[in-house]
């Protein structure tokens, strides 16, 4: 019995490093930008649905795909920026995000659905099924390669944020966006790369979710609503939290999920943020806002 | 003798930043009574604590012998306590009459009248008249976000005055202001003092302070230095060592004569 | 709120406002087709939808997108109560519509206890949160029939008949809830939501109750969402979970909002007018899949947002403004002086 829990618990800690990917991406591009991309749900499936193509029409491996898919993704977030989100204004810049990026997200679906149609998906390759079996857990293949890969990448983004001049300059705008502007810290240009950034680990979050769960171009709301659930229990703005919010919600998913059902599951995902909210309204790591100037 | 608002040993600390150390200070009623004090001192943060914004990790503020630490700023506001911001805050796309309405009369209960036509012709003349108090009558028709700096300051002088508060702290009143300007406010503020309303005023241009408040607390690191007459404050050498900043006693005194 | 109108433009208002519901109240006896009503009816629901939602997060700025939670609440208070209490086709079951709206209020009130203490970003996300507990709920209770949903009592009426009593069943709630909407923007009650939304704690600083304003607000707008719901259960004859608690409701009713224009009573109306008949069009033509529709619609939205960030009538309104100024003579584009509000002595 407990070694069922102890499964779910490890399968909740890897599967919970590929959504602290995305996630990541999405609380950077708050933190940076105040905007709340509501599109990045569906730009994972758009990155699984250009591995999928990759790995059906030319064989590649799915690892392999990301040599592709992770920078295309890249170019589109900066596409995204530059054509829609800069023109944003600073006054309710946040509620307009929304619906900026709802409808970027819809055309992306709507161009989905034009190219590979509506049906259900799945990326395959040799390791996809098959897990590795370890201290009596199985480990699947591609969750721990996903896993690992998050690591990596989380790592580089680490890498980017504390060791470079651009990292610093993120950074400086994350926490205070006017005296980073006072500085002479090309904001806009942060920006953008922030937001390419941002989105291009979801294409590495998508060719694992791809691997990993049966997708159509419908997929994207239901991961948008626990990309989101997963931000703002970390905390908006909190890479740190991200990272531990992805991995408690998914191992209190995948527990709930054998200790009673996995219709339940569901619930108790976004339960706990309602709940968590309730005694911290700023989320786990949030900043409190501060009400007067 | 109690005073009107009563503010002791009042502690706030911002993670490891400690802004407030034990600020202490009375207001007597009737009085126009200033604070200045070096950039970080902490009095915003003063008026962030007295005014619901911040709650006080430890201390007591009085307003008329009745705790108010620890109120939400609308409670306070309910008790006759009402205060500007450093960076005037209106609401840009009301209309500068719309901007008087907003602020809720004192023994007002809510539910009651919400769903009211907004602004009785009571509260609407009331509104004309406290805006041609300070000047801007004319404007009242227009988007409050079109309104200049300096319009800004008396609109927001305006309506903190609708539920005709007893106290009133204004956070740099004069700041960025031109000097006509300046002056109107200051009678503006004489003349509510004449029919009965207290002040604090925070404010950095000296000159302001030293004419028209009596008496004058200098705050320094979260602290209160001295209280006084202006005069003496003026010439308090630790005053001048907060401002100037570790001078010797030499150079103080030169700094004091150049000052006087 | 603006200065004194003229009499002349409060007559022109009233003289507009009585042909459009004269054309509303006519609609379905002139176009009597049932293909044509039923997409008039989805139109009705969805105003019905974005004028309420608007009450709230279009005066007071927080963006719910948990508003399903109140039509699907509503959708099932009449599958169950017909149930229940043995209710039978015809006329009686939309004496069910109030208590739905009652019982959607009653949702509000927790779920905005919950969520509004919440700062506006988060705001955003507990009402998905909330929303897909619910929908989670009804996929699951017994009460609720699980995924195989519930049925409403048929009415045997001819099918042009049919829809055409739900028209105006519909429109009555529609008038209902555009007059709750009128009272609220003009009331004590939107003038401070409309504090809120440009400075919430300088609001609070100014004496304003901002908790319980934005929970009253919250629980009005739920109630005309509860009724939309019902009187959409009974219509349909069938719900479904998924389609009862749909998260596109959410993003659709604020779209319409948007695109009419926040914080005005047309705004909605026209976005929903617009927005709906749109959707019932294109599902009508490219049956097969939506990749099309769905191109079509991101891009028209995007081209709004960006053009008329404001929405179509608040930028309409401004543009007629000022052309008329420009042609009066008056100071330049762009500002708007009004009649002072004074009397002249």
Not at chain 1, 9 to 28: K, P
Not at chain 2, 21 to 42: K, R, T, W, Y
Request: glycine residues 10%; aromatic residues 10%; contains cysteine.
């Amino acid at each position: 019995m407990t070694s069922q829990y102890a499964q779910a618990v490890v399968d909740g800690v890897l599967s919970g490093g590929v959504y602290a990917l995305m996630a990541a991406g999405l609380t950077l591009i708050f933190g940076v930008m105040d905007v709340i991309n509501i599109a990045q749900g569906v730009m994972v499936v758009l990155g699984a649905y250009l591995s999928y193509a990759l790995s059906v029409h030319l064989g590649l491996d799915l690892f392999a795909t990301l040599v592709v898919t992770v920078p295309a993704l890249f170019v589109v977030g900066v596409a995204v920026e530059w054509l829609f989100m800069r023109r944003l204004a600073d006054r309710d810049r946040t509620a307009m995000s929304i619906l900026v990026t709802y409808a970027v997200a819809i055309i992306i679906e709507g161009i989905l659905i034009q190219v590979f149609g509506p049906d259900f998906v799945q990326l395959h390759g040799p390791y996809v099924d098959k897990s590795v079996h370890v201290l009596g857990f199985y480990l699947p293949y591609i969750y721990l390669y996903g896993f690992m890969l998050a690591v990596v990448l989380l790592g580089l983004l680490y890498a980017l944020l504390y060791l470079t001049r651009f990292g610093q300059a993120l950074r400086a705008s994350l926490q205070d966006r006017r005296a980073a502007e006072l500085i002479g810290i090309e904001v806009n240009r942060v920006r953008t790369l922030t937001f390419g950034i941002g989105v291009a680990v979801t294409a590495a979050g998508g060719m694992v979710f791809g691997a990993t769960n049966a997708f159509n171009p419908n997929s994207g709301y239901d991961l948008i609503s626990r990309l989101l659930t997963i931000v703002i229990l970390g905390g908006l703005g909190s890479i740190g939290g991200a990272l531990v919010a992805a991995v408690f919600m998914l191992v209190v998913e995948d527990v709930v999920a054998v200790a009673w059902s996995p219709t339940w599951s569901t619930l108790v995902f976004f339960a706990v943020l309602v709940i968590v909210l309730t005694f911290r309204p700023s989320g786990l790591f949030g900043r409190t806002a501060v009400r007067a100037q | 003798m109690t005073a009107l608002l009563e503010i002791e040993d009042v502690h706030k600390a911002f993670g490891g930043l400690q802004a407030l150390a034990g600020a202490s200070l009375a207001v007597e009623e009737g009085a126009i009574a200033g604070l200045i004090g070096p950039n970080g001192s902490g009095k915003t943060t003063l008026f962030n604590v007295v005014t619901g914004y911040e709650r006080p990790d430890r201390g007591v503020v009085r307003l008329q012998g009745e705790s108010i630490a620890g109120l939400s700023p609308d409670r306070v506001f309910a008790r006759g306590l009402g205060r500007t911001f450093q960076l005037s805050r209106i609401f840009g796309r009301l209309t500068v009459l719309e901007n008087m309405l907003v602020a809720t009369q004192r023994r007002q209960t809510w539910l009651r009248g919400v769903l009211r036509h907004a602004g009785s012709a009571a509260e609407r003349a009331r509104a004309l008249e406290l805006l041609e108090f300070v000047g801007i009558a004319e404007l009242a028709a227009l988007p409050a976000g079109n309104l200049s700096y300096g319009q800004r300051k008396l609109l927001e002088l305006a309506y903190v005055l609708v539920a005709d508060p007893d106290v009133l702290l204004l956070d740099e009143p004069a700041g960025g202001v031109n000097p006509t300007l300046v002056n109107q406010i200051a009678d503006r503020i004489r003349e509510l003092n004449r029919s009965g309303k207290t002040f604090l005023v925070v404010e950095h241009d000296l000159g302001f302070v030293m004419d028209l408040c009596v008496p004058v607390t200098v705050l320094d690191q979260g602290m209160a230095l001295c209280t006084g007459m202006p005069e003496e404050v003026r010439r308090d050498p630790a005053v001048l060592d907060a401002y100037l900043g570790g001078a010797d006693e030499d150079e103080v005194e030169g700094a004091a004569e150049a000052v006087r | 709120m603006t200065g004194e109108t003229s009499l002349l433009r409060r007559g022109g208002v009233f003289a507009a406002t009585l042909a459009v519901t004269a054309a509303f109240v006519l609609f379905p006896l002139v176009f009597s087709n049932p293909t044509t009503t039923s997409i008039a009816f989805f139109v009705l629901i969805y105003m019905i939808a974005a004028t309420a939602w608007n009450v709230f997060s279009g005066l007071s700025g927080y963006i719910a997108l948990g508003h399903a939670v109140f039509f699907g609440a509503g959708a099932y208070t009449l599958a169950v109560g017909a149930e229940k209490l043995n209710v039978s086709a015809g006329w009686t079951p939309f004496a069910l519509v109030p208590l739905a709206g009652i019982v959607a209020g009653a949702i509000a009130i927790p779920f905005g206890l919950i969520s509004l203490r919440t700062r506006r970003h988060t705001f955003v996300v507990i009402t998905i949160a909330i929303f897909f507990i619910f929908q989670t709920l009804a996929f699951n209770l017994s009460f609720t029939g699980g995924s195989s949903g519930l049925q409403t009592p048929f009415p045997l009426w001819t099918a042009v008949g049919y829809n055409q009593r739900f028209y105006y069943v519909a429109l009555v709630v529609l008038v209902a809830t555009v007059a709750m909407a009128v009272v609220v923007r003009r009331s004590r009650l939107g003038l401070q939501l409309l504090a809120i939304r440009d400075d919430e704690d300088r609001a609070l600083g100014l004496g304003v109750r901002t908790s319980r304003v934005k929970l009253f607000a919250f629980t009005l707008s739920a109630i005309p969402v509860g009724m939309a719901g019902a009187v959409y259960a009974y219509f349909l004859g069938q719900i479904f979970p998924q389609f009862a608690f749909d998260p596109l409701f959410d993003i659709t009713i604020a779209l319409m909002a948007f695109f009419g224009g926040l914080a005005t009573v047309v705004g909605p109306l026209l976005g929903a007018l617009v927005l709906e008949s749109m959707q019932q069009e294109f599902t009508l033509r490219f049956s097969a899949g939506g990749g099309i529709y769905l191109i079509a619609y991101g891009a028209l939205f995007l081209v709004v947002i960006l053009v008329m960030p404001r929405g179509v009538v608040p930028t309409l309104r401004d543009a007629l403004a000022n052309a008329r100024e420009r042609r009066a003579g008056s100071p330049g584009p762009g500002v708007r002086v009004h009649a002072p509000l004074r009397s002249r002595p």
